[in-house]
């Protein structure tokens, strides 16, 4: 009994082996609670913690990319200054998110650092994954889910949403199988493969199905190409044949109406509303992040733009739309510097998923842990922490625990 108390005091104690428990539970609350509040009771609890010991992680400002991130965020949260139809109540609850997200990521960061994604974490996610794949798969089966497309569990409960999620999913479980050429981990990670792919499938989302496949096949190159300039050959070759396959197979209407059975789903008027909306007023600064975006079209209202970029632009305008293209610039450039590393490979895949998805859907940057955590502020993490470990010296990390 004595042990077992000594060695949860020095779990606690150990900041970065609790921040990897809490930084799970953040994802798997996503994966199982219908609530994105109560997902966020570990966020909440991470924030905390790590508000409590900022003198031992506050030099990751000496790290430049974690200006943008902060730039990034921190206008973002400015433009509710001039939102329309704001009440101050909403933007400290942006702050807050915002909070969340630049908290997160530097503690993923410090776990990226010490080697707990590699140790554990990525692991552990992955699993968790499968899992909940394995529910959704059993529920679909069992129910038939409604219209005939996969859902799952928690906040998977739109086929889109449960796609991309999946998907970044898969990447992780995909990372496992190559980074193990054999052994019991190489078997499960098989098992998850199939799990996962089916999944994405029977989700019925084309821009998951297409934007999984994309994700995966990044990964695999990183793994194959011997550096970076190699990598990036083949990731272009690989755009260029994805877009002859899509050209070819929309030029005729049999093949159109297989792969977009739901037609373009009034992408094209939703997205001339969302740049009329911001003509009329905020090109340079935005409508303000909590402006109400909702579209009024020919064909109907739609409560977002539907394309990341386009929210990005509506809410922060062009300056925001810079700081947003900046930060991306940025992380794949530290990603690239550092290509020879397992994480670096994995967060590669990770936005080869992302920034194709979010062309069409996508309308939230900031938000409590949810889908954009998994998609964007994962990979923006471990790109951190690749930058924070290349700049400092990370041995107090390493040692003993902090």
């Given amino acids: 009994m004595t042990s077992t108390l ?26 199982v609670l219908e609530s994105q509040s109560a997902a966020s009771y570990a966020a909440y609890l991470l924030a905390i913690v790590m508000l409590a010991r900022l003198r031992q992680w506050v030099d990751v400002f000496a790290v430049p990319l974690s200006w943008l991130v902060v730039a990034l965020l921190g206008y973002l949260v400015l433009t509710g200054l001039w939102s329309e139809g704001s009440q101050p109540g909403d933007a400290l609850s942006m702050l807050s998110r915002a909070t969340q997200v630049l908290l997160f990521a530097v503690a993923l960061a410090e776990c990226q650092i010490r080697g707990e994604l590699q140790r554990w974490l990525g692991r552990t996610l992955a699993v968790a994954g499968v899992l909940a794949a394995l529910a959704g798969l059993a529920l679909f089966l069992m129910d ?31 990372g496992e199988a190559l980074r193990e050429p054999d052994g019991l981990w190489r078997r499960i990670s098989a098992f998850g493969i199939v799990v996962m792919a089916a999944a994405v499938l029977l989700s019925d989302s084309r821009n998951g199905q297409i934007s999984a496949m994309l994700g995966v096949g990044i990964l695999f190159i990183a793994h194959r190409a011997a550096d970076r300039q190699r990598f990036a050959v083949a990731v272009l070759g690989l755009g260029v044949i994805l877009m002859a396959v899509l050209a070819a197979l929309t030029a005729n209407e049999a093949a159109r109406n297989l ?33 109400d975006d909702t579209l009024v079209t020919a064909v109907g209202e739609f409560p977002h733009p539907h394309n990341m970029y386009l929210s990005v632009l509506f809410q922060g305008g062009l300056v925001g739309v810079a700081l947003f293209a900046a930060l991306i610039a940025a992380v794949v450039r530290t990603l690239l510097d550092h290509y020879g590393h397992r994480d670096a490979k994995l967060a590669l895949g990770i936005l ?51």
């Fill in 259 to 291: 792969v977009l059975p739901r037609g373009d789903s009034f992408r094209p008027a939703i997205w001339l509303a969302a740049l009329h909306a911001v003509a009329d007023g905020g090109l340079w600064f935005g409508r303000g992040i909590l402006t």
């Fill in 6 to 31: 000594n060695a949860a005091v020095s779990f606690v104690r150990d900041r970065i082996r609790l921040n990897a428990l809490l930084i799970v539970l953040c994802f798997a609350g996503v994966l």
């Fill in 144 to 174: 038939n889910s409604e219209n005939g497309r996969l859902v799952g569990l928690g906040q998977l409960d739109n086929n889109v949403v449960a796609a991309l999620i999946f998907g970044v999913v898969l990447i992780l479980v995909a």
């Fill in 352 to 402: 080869g998923l992302a920034l194709p998805a979010w062309l069409l859907d996508g309308h939230e940057l900031i938000d409590k842990v949810g889908m954009t955590w998994f998609l964007f502020w994962l990979p923006v993490a471990i790109s951190l922490g690749l930058a924070w470990m290349g700049r400092l010296d990370a041995k107090p990390l390493l040692g003993k625990a902090q």
